[in-house]
């Protein structure tokens, strides 16, 4: 199939190409903006990320698309092109579903609401924090409405739509109420289990020696410092585009535990994006396949491998020359599987992780059907994190509904990924054990390659060219069964 | 003056701003790829510089500019108005005089130039390089032809323009005429007075000290680091946006004595970025006047400032608490006005730089006007450096005609600007100590910030609102006039 064929096809893979290339500029903005900017700088920056925001969302919306796509369909294609014509259909209405003043306006109230939040956070000021967090929810359930109809679902399916393409309110309602069934009780048959643990003390480390363990870890995992780097911001990430990976972290000298999870954490991100398919890349298709699937790999990364004992055995030595620490991998492991419930997500252990997701799913759904009003999120968050996970939220605002930016910036449907994708990684590894045998015994041989290589097959070369359902099935042989998950708690925890 | 009362000058406003955001991108990737970006990221980055310039390209040559600018014209504007509208029109002229498949053509044979060349040159490979300049050099011809053409001047005066607007082969001729008559034998002069006078051991020491220093150094010149920051690269420049301006130096851990001098020297190039118009960010008006002037700023920091025995006075202490450093001011003052004939450009003191301008001055002149040939420039390069510099670069490629970077990528009638800034430098100096008294005792009284802010009253603050003889007039009430540079090299030197 060459481009004489079907130049239609041909065009459009021009013009992704170039939708692309402006991408990757804006992913080096944001990088730069979140590691190395001065502060200074933040003005003209934003205005000239604004700009090239505007020229994105115009290329995605070049009225001539419609009609390209269309006529690309008729005409001959490979399956993968058609894959990708898929997903370039898939951009298009997404970029041009919601009119552009509606755009518009939620860009400028998450940008107000955002910037504030910062302050009324810290302040635990939630009196401050209502009003604009009212505005922004009423432009966001607008969005979510118009994405409703247009795509023929409820609104909150339509939000779902954006990061996990396919999930519905339905499903989730079926999976996260089977866990709600179960996971309140093995949290506390957890706890029960390590109350007699010993703990210990973790050695102080610097912020540059935390940085050289980081990268021997990353380079244990085989991270392509070739097409990537390490870098310190505020808030953890995994940027930059599949041929750059601009990771970032950041270093409790205090506590060098936190930081070097989330290292492993990136990493698992930035392996999903080195391994996208070269022959797509600039392409839809070439793209990582979810917003749930890419935490999958993060979460196999960090929960899978890097909590289990094979691996904190592996970077046992590294530890005790870089950081001069004393610790043994049984003490690594006992500190990096200890369940205690607390108030905040992104600080919360592998177990008690869901319940914060639980939670977020409840009331977002609530929010957008209206059920909720953005006034009573305060006491339907206590009433929650009581029932769940025992905690006393009362009046602590910035460690409760204040705590997340998601929705400080306008971010309704993101939060499901989180657990999602922690369902998606234990349902792998099964997969992967059914076919290699024990992950920990594979470790424990010295072929973490071999556990790398059958995630680089199965997944990060697939980019999006196979639906997410499909994807599964080709490699798990089955679609996302959350039973996975569950018996990999009770297997590690219990 | 409103919107209101001239639509059309308001439409070009927002235009340039546009332009300028991208630009601001366009900065900020150039810097990447000298600093952070790992080698595998090469060819996307590549791809997305190129997309990006390309969008920039169609900005600056839209249908409507012409006939908006001639509209602009005709409605009130305030004198800056004018003068803004003037820049417009000056850029949409040179982004539109030379055809876009010749800009194509050359920036194509110039990538491919420039990577031979890096290989090229190390290897001392002439033949190798000759043919690729060769191709190079025909299409440069071209785009001069092109613009002399439009411009109704020479080619080369088409080349010199598009560097220091106004700036002709018959005044240059007559400015290095002039420098030729009586350099050589100044630095004749120098070297007998220099050669009786003791070297000095240089202690080592490591980068991370060297750009402790570097920062204190900055500070001193009062750059600003919530707009700005250093970082390290190849080749240093000062490269970023006014708001946020990233400067690079390299750093020889045996020799520190450049690396600060290049400090100092892109520090000045920052210290007008930063001191650019603030209410005209973005807009052509607000820009840097010339490259010679930019040049001409460097060169004031680094030659009369930072050369002079008050500055190394200053910074003497700061030296021997970051580096151990035991050189008294006086050394230093010795080591930084040491005059040594040498085959390098950029190693060159302050005396001989002129010559190695004055020969690429002839030898661009003569390459563009067809008599001398791509073949004969060794020759050329030779006899000149015998009888500027009593120098023998025979078979030399290396360190002769292949040692800059700037024919290799196809750039021609820039090296003026280089000795044009350092006269320029001289005259503000002039100028200034007219009003405000010695310099040197300015900066040993510790008012460097006088001296700094002299230079930002009367130049840093202009942006390109006034013509070059404009500014030249007011801030030191004449036009270029070379003779300020001659008294400083004997006052200096003699
Ligand atoms: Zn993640
Ligand atoms: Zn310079």
Redesign the pocket.
């Known amino acids: 199939m060459n481009a004489k064929s079907n130049p239609h096809y041909q065009t459009l893979v021009n013009h992704f190409q170039s939708i692309s290339h402006f991408e990757h500029l804006s992913a080096l903005g944001d990088w730069d903006q979140a590691t190395m900017m001065p502060m200074g700088g933040g003005e003209a920056r934003g205005a000239a990320m604004a700009e090239l925001a505007k020229h994105i969302h115009s290329l995605k919306t070049a009225p001539m698309l419609a009609q390209t796509i269309s006529e690309a369909d008729e005409l001959p294609l490979t399956e993968q092109q058609k894959a990708n014509l898929t997903e370039m259909r898939y951009q298009y209405l997404q970029a041009n579903v919601v009119p552009s003043e509606l755009v518009v306006a939620k860009t400028k109230a998450a940008y107000h609401c955002e910037h504030a939040w910062r302050e009324q956070r810290s302040n635990n000021d939630w009196q401050g924090f209502k009003p604009n967090l009212e505005n922004l929810m009423s432009l966001a359930k607008e969005e979510a409405n118009i994405r409703a109809e247009a795509q023929n679902v409820s609104p909150y399916d339509a939000l779902l739509d954006k990061f996990e393409p396919g999930m519905t309110t339905a499903s989730l309602e079926q999976i996260f109420g089977n866990l709600k069934s179960w996971l309140p009780q093995l949290i506390q048959q957890v706890q029960d289990k390590q109350k007699s643990e010993a703990s210990f003390t973790i050695p102080t480390a610097s912020a540059e020696s935390q940085a050289r363990l980081g990268r021997e870890i990353m380079n244990i995992l085989d991270f392509d410092f070739n097409h990537g780097r390490l870098d310190i911001s505020s808030h953890p990430f995994c940027g930059g585009v599949a041929s750059d990976v601009r990771l970032t972290t950041r270093y409790d000298e205090g506590d060098f535990t936190s930081g070097l999870m989330g290292i492993v954490?990136e990493t698992g991100?930035a392996k999903y994006e080195q391994g996208l398919p070269l022959a797509w890349r600039g392409q839809p298709a070439g793209l990582a396949r979810s917003m749930a699937l890419h935490?999958s790999q993060?979460l196999f990364c960090e929960m899978q491998v890097g909590r289990g004992p094979a691996f904190l055995k592996l970077i046992e030595p590294y530890l005790s020359s870089l950081l001069g620490s004393q610790l043994t991998h049984d003490q690594l492991t006992n500190i990096y599987t200890r369940v205690t419930p607390g108030l905040i997500r992104v600080d919360a252990d592998e177990v008690t992780y869901p319940c914060h997701i639980l939670l977020r799913f409840e009331a977002e759904k609530a929010l957008v059907s209206g059920e909720l009003a953005v006034a009573d999120l305060p006491e339907f968050w206590s009433s929650q994190m009581q029932s769940l996970l025992g905690i006393n939220t009362d009046g602590d605002y910035k460690n409760g509904c204040m705590q997340d930016i998601h929705w400080a910036v306008g971010e309704l449907g993101y939060f499901p990924s989180y657990t999602l994708g922690a369902m998606y990684a234990a349902q792998f590894r099964n997969a992967m054990e059914c076919e290699l045998g024990c992950m920990e015994s594979l470790i424990n041989s010295g072929k973490l390659s071999s556990v790398m290589g059958w995630l680089n097959d199965k997944i990060w070369s697939q980019g999006s060219l196979l639906s997410i359902d499909e994807l599964m099935r080709q490699s798990t042989g089955e679609t996302l069964n959350p039973e996975h998950f569950k018996k990999h708690l009770i297997g590690r925890y219990l």
């Open positions: 954490h991100h935490e993060s």
